[in-house]
């Protein structure tokens, strides 16, 4: 990778042309994805041996749990890229995808208690997993805080990066210690290296759902990213053309 | 070098005693909110024996959160922070320094009454050592971490208490499990060292890397 | 030309997306005093504080000795040649005089209590020296910061706004010890709405509403 594009990688005016025309496609793409996750999932997929029907909300759980782990992990490197490099589309994107996995974890939640009634009969257990995506939504809810908090942007950008590179360097102690206080947590249901204990038949749509999530979130921070690059830049040229062209 | 962080030390003990009152009240707020639990809840000695060492704990990271929320403010607000980022010594290790002056006063001093407290939650002398030694490492991680927290909320006037504690209070988590972890196994008269080394390693790892992100947060708060 | 020469290169500040100032250039020798002047709000205290490195600028360099102060080796060698003076004194109510100095030199280069001593007398706060400086006025606290102007250290200063509370005898004795510094081969920035009378040679920047 040469230097020239990844400078030019932060100019908003090349990547607001550039995922322009990405959008299209990647909307296609992750709504096509989902269609066929959902369907494939809630309708052709078999009924769990013990839990029936009801672990059929896993379509919708683990895709959001993984997402709401690796948009983390992606606010920490754009924090990163954002301090190191000073691009400033690092933390446009930084700002933008922190609602978004906050959103998706909040579904995780959710969902993870939605399924709890019936596995365990109860709304909230304190299972490692729901006790550690708790604890990652509070961890969101520090960033969009700070962010909130803090009036000059510049300020306000690398405080947060340097929150989000803290709580990522924190995130596997947590998760450790959480993991280790209840130790009677069931195995992560999915992960990609192992070969996962579902049939195929189960774990190809759970597949095809977590690549639409993907999708998704990628459409989502596309769309959010080019309307605060728009409004960081009302001042440029380019996006003075661009306004007068839609009005 | 050397003389300057002696320099540092001593600055930071004059200022200390000559407002004692930010020494002695998150003491008296450990000591408060550990109160109010036997009053919540009931003073059956076998109930409260079951929680002392939570409650010790949930005190103890309460009180030196809140402690830590003015560590650097008034260094902020007259300048001094200014001179700091300007100097040629490393910042890193200034607010090493003063960090782990913070934690010298505040969590030893939580340290000497928490044996105190113990008892009055009906726990047994022998468990005492282990609720020293961990709440003594602890607090180190605790300081630390929050020091993090009260560098990048330090120019925020009026919200910057509540902001810190929920930036920090995630973070406090594996240390909570830990110590509180520690504490159960002695209780239940089980070795403590694997819990210690733990807590160790957490205190470590804080030493090592948190100075780097207090010192950066300290440079965004002065740059505005 | 001189290796201790400051040139500032094309600066541009923006603060919340205003324009503070930009294409700001100049050179100083040593032996200059800039007075930074313009209204409210042109930018003089960014500025100063973009020089001393406290905050970044939005485009352009500084170099002092032909080595940029934005980054590296050069900002070390910057820092322990400036000496900075802000808005804020540095001055810790709780500790005296003697104490809050002896700090603030440490943090450069320490200095020994005689020193402290003298510099203090020379600012005129003789018997103040062991006093908590919350007993003090504000003009006895910006005597206080400014006795590190009478203490052996960096040969630049900057000052944002040093004649703040001081009373006329006290601005006086400070334009002389600018000139003298400067004679001496020092060189001075700093910001004031004082007209710099006693002081020969100052070179004055404008900023601000000149489009």
Not at chain 1, 122 to 132: F, K, V
Not at chain 2, 35 to 56: C, D, H, K, N, Y
Not at chain 3, 53 to 70: H, N, Q, R, V, Y
Not at chain 3, 87 to 104: C, D, F, G, M
């Amino acid at each position: 990778m040469s230097w020239t594009f990844f400078h030019k990688l932060g100019s908003p005016k090349w990547f607001y042309e550039i995922s322009g025309k990405l959008l299209p496609w990647l909307a296609l793409a992750s709504v096509l994805l989902l269609a066929i996750g959902v369907v494939w999932g809630l309708f052709y997929a078999p009924e769990d041996y013990q839990q029936g029907n009801s672990f059929r909300i896993i379509y919708i759980h683990v895709p959001a749990a993984i997402l709401a782990q690796s948009c983390y992990m992606m606010l920490a490197v754009a924090g990163i890229v954002g301090l190191v490099w000073r691009m400033k589309l690092a933390d446009v994107a930084l700002q933008c995808a922190a609602p978004i996995g906050a959103w998706m974890t909040f579904v995780a939640l959710i969902t993870g208690s939605i399924w709890g009634k019936p596995t365990w009969g109860t709304y909230w257990e304190w299972d490692a997993r729901l006790t550690s995506m708790l604890i990652l939504l509070f961890l969101y809810f520090g960033i969009i805080a700070l962010r909130m908090a803090i009036s000059n942007r510049d300020t306000a950008a690398k405080a947060t990066a340097v929150m989000a590179i803290v709580g990522v360097v924190n995130i596997p102690i947590i998760k450790y210690s959480v993991d280790w206080w209840n130790t009677l947590h069931q195995p992560a249901t999915f992960t990609m290296t192992e070969k996962p204990a579902m049939p195929p038949e189960m774990w190809l749509p759970l597949l095809v759902m977590v690549i639409a999530f993907y999708g998704l979130f990628a459409l989502n921070l596309l769309l959010r990213m080019r309307l605060e690059v728009l409004r960081r830049e009302y001042k440029a040229r380019w996006v003075r053309e661009i306004l007068e062209k839609s009005s | 070098m050397r003389q300057m962080i002696w320099l540092l030390l001593k600055r930071e003990w004059q200022l200390t005693w000559r407002r004692p009152g930010d020494l002695l009240n998150p003491l008296i707020f450990f000591a408060m909110v550990i109160t109010l639990f036997p009053l919540a809840v009931g003073p059956e000695p076998q109930l409260l024996q079951r929680m002392a060492s939570g409650i010790i704990w949930v005190a103890a990271l309460l009180a030196t959160l809140l402690s830590l929320d003015g560590l650097f403010r008034s260094d902020f607000e007259d300048g001094s922070l200014e001179q700091w980022v300007l100097s040629p010594h490393p910042l890193t290790l200034l607010v090493l320094v003063k960090v782990l002056h913070h934690w010298l006063m505040c969590g030893l001093l939580l340290v000497l009454l928490a044996p105190v407290l113990g008892l009055m939650l009906a726990l047994p002398w022998s468990v005492m050592p282990t609720l020293c030694l961990t709440l003594l490492l602890g607090t180190a991680v605790l300081s630390l971490l929050g020091a993090i927290g009260a560098a990048l909320t330090v120019g925020l006037k009026g919200s910057g208490s509540m902001l810190l504690a929920l930036l920090i209070l995630p973070l406090y988590i594996p240390v909570l499990i830990l110590g509180t972890g520690a504490m159960d196994a002695a209780l239940q008269g089980l070795p403590v060292l694997g819990y210690l080394l733990w807590l160790g390693c957490l205190a470590l790892l804080a030493l090592s890397l948190a100075p780097l992100a207090i010192a950066a947060g300290l440079r965004i708060g002065v740059s505005e | 030309m001189s290796k201790q020469q400051i040139d500032v290169i094309e600066l541009a500040c923006e603060r919340d997306e205003r324009e503070l100032f930009s294409a700001v250039s100049f050179c100083l020798q040593p032996g200059d005093v800039l007075q930074v002047a313009g209204p409210n709000g042109a930018g003089k205290t960014s500025l100063l504080r973009i020089m001393a490195g406290l905050m970044p600028a939005t485009a352009g360099d500084i170099s002092f000795a032909e080595k940029s102060i934005l980054s590296g080796s050069g900002r070390e060698y910057w820092r322990r040649n400036l000496l900075y003076i802000g808005h804020a004194p540095a001055v810790k109510s709780a500790l005296t005089a003697e104490e809050n100095l002896s700090w603030l030199c440490a943090l450069t280069r320490p200095v020994s209590s005689e020193a402290i001593w003298q510099a203090l007398d020379q600012v005129g706060l003789r018997g103040f020296e062991d006093v908590p400086c919350r007993q003090l006025s504000a003009g006895q606290q910006r005597r206080v910061a400014l006795a590190r102007l009478y203490l052996p250290g960096a040969p630049i200063w900057i000052l944002d706004e040093p004649f703040t509370a001081l009373d006329q005898a006290g601005v006086l004795t400070l334009e002389q010890h600018i000139m003298s510094f400067a004679a001496s081969g020092g060189t001075v920035v700093l910001t004031t709405h004082h007209s710099l009378a006693h002081v020969a040679g100052v070179r004055r920047l404008e900023l601000g509403r000149v489009n």
